[in-house]
Structures are given as C-alpha cells and as structure tokens.
C-alpha cells in the first residue's frame, strides 16, 4: 500500500490537481442547483437503488443485479427529461451569473416574525374576501415554481402580501412563494390536482394548493375569495376553516419543525 501511495505520489502533476478541482467545482454546482428543487429526492432515491446494486453484486445476487441494471439503463436514458428544468435553470443561471447566490437559512425570531406577518396579513384578506395563495418552501426545493413567477426577492410583510394580492392588479392571479423570510416570487403557477373526490366548494386555488403539496413538502396557505374562509394544504390534505390562532400554530410547528410536521397533522383534525 505504502508503495502505490508513493507511486502515487510521484506521478501526480500540477494539472491532475487542478483536473479534480474542476470537477469538484462542477459537482457543487451541480449540488446547488438540484438541492432547490424537487429533484433533489429523486437522487436520493437514485443512490438507494445504486447501494443496493453494490450489495446484491458483492453478495452474489443475480436476479437481483440483473433487475437493477435494466432498471438503471432505463433511469439513465430518463435522467434529461426527469431534470429538464434543472437543467435549463442552471444554464439561464449561469448567463446571469447566479450559480455563486448563497442561501441563507432564517432563524427561529425571523421565522416567528414571519409568522405574524402572514398571519395578519391573512386576517385582513379573509375580512376583506381576497383570494390569496401563499407557498412555504421547506425541504423540498421549489426553484422551479419560483421560475414560473415574476421575481420579488422581497422581505415578507403584511402589507407587501396584501398589496400583491389586491384584486385586479398585476400579481394577484397566482401564488407567491417564501423561502426562509423571502417572498421569493409573485404570480407563479401551481400544479392542480387530479383528485376526484374533492368539494366542488373548492376551487382552483385550492386545488392548486392541493396539487403543489402532493407534489412536495411544501404548506400553501390558502384564503378563499369567495367566503374569506382559511386553509392550508400539507401532503396532498385540506385543512379548512382555520382561526387565526391555529394558523398560527400550524405554521410555526410546519416552519420551525419539519421532521414533526405529519404528528402535527395527526393531534389536528380539522374539517375538510
């Protein structure tokens, strides 16, 4: 071993160095753009099934090998369609000279701020009956619905979410989405649901939010124009007729504590 190290060694040049280093810089980039989005899920799932590949091979087990290489052709053969809009957002990225944009995490006093501001700003739209459509971000990354809406880049208020969803004014059709203690975008599109069994009281907003949670693990708030009435949507679930108190709740426990969010819907069981 020593004497591989040492030839190792010896035969490593400047240019190896700086070869590994632009492909550790292009893997990071890579990471960055895929860890905002949906897609950072199903690489996780596609290093399972590579794990698995290795432990079947070194425990001979054939028929199992052999499923999982015919099921990695077909996955690599896919790849470009499934991260099509990974692809495109790092490529518009790296003509506007993005791909360098640090994330910020929020801390717990900015998420609790957070927390009142959509809440009181929520009060005011479900008195006035003014549809609104509010997306949390969380671990789940939504660069991609964020691409479909009109940049904000803005600190969330009361009163910026209440202009924006002002009736008949430029941004009010769509959803805006919070990352960390960002109003990220304006008037982005959702993905609306194709269950069948919903309400026919709930419209398009609500299937939307529906749609986008089945999709993430995202929390979309919602206030219904047409009754002023609150709700939100988490794991593909409608939760209706909500107080201001336990909006309140449902966020921070959602915003503050992710791994807890399913035990949180499970101790709340509210009208759908």
Not at 96 to 123: C, F, N, P, T, Y
Not at 223 to 235: A, F, N
């Amino acid at each position: 071993m020593s004497l591989q190290f040492q030839g190792l060694i010896q035969t490593f040049r400047v240019g190896d160095f700086f070869d590994i280093l632009c492909v550790a810089v292009i893997f990071y980039f890579l990471y960055k753009q895929i860890k905002d989005t949906r897609a950072m899920a199903l690489l996780k799932g596609l290093a399972v099934l590579l794990v698995i590949n290795v432990i079947s091979r070194f425990f001979d087990l054939h028929v199992v090998s052999w499923l999982l290489s015919q099921g990695m052709t077909v996955l690599l053969v896919a790849l470009p369609v499934v991260f099509q809009p990974e692809l495109r957002r790092a490529l518009e990225q790296l003509g506007r000279g993005r791909l360098l944009a640090k994330k910020v995490d929020a801390s717990e006093a900015e998420i609790e701020s957070m927390v009142g501001e959509v809440v009181a700003a929520a009060k005011v739209m479900s008195r006035e009956r003014i549809g609104a459509l509010i997306v949390f971000e969380r671990e789940v990354g939504l660069g991609e619905i964020i691409d479909t809406g009109i940049d904000i880049d803005g600190k969330v208020s009361r009163e910026l979410l209440n202009n924006i969803f002002i009736p008949n004014t430029p941004l009010h059709d769509g959803a805006v989405v919070i990352r960390n203690n960002r109003i990220m975008a304006a008037a982005c599109l959702l993905p609306l649901t194709q269950q069948r069994t919903l309400s026919t009281e709930l419209g398009t907003r609500h299937r939307a939010a529906i749609g986008l949670s089945e999709q993430a693990d995202a929390i979309v708030l919602v206030v219904s124009e047409e009754t002023g009435k609150i709700s939100y949507t988490y794991g593909g679930h409608i939760y209706r007729n909500l107080t201001e108190e336990k909006l309140r709740e449902a966020l921070r426990t959602f915003l503050d504590k992710p791994k807890s969010a399913f035990s949180f819907v499970k101790t709340w069981r509210w009208g759908k």
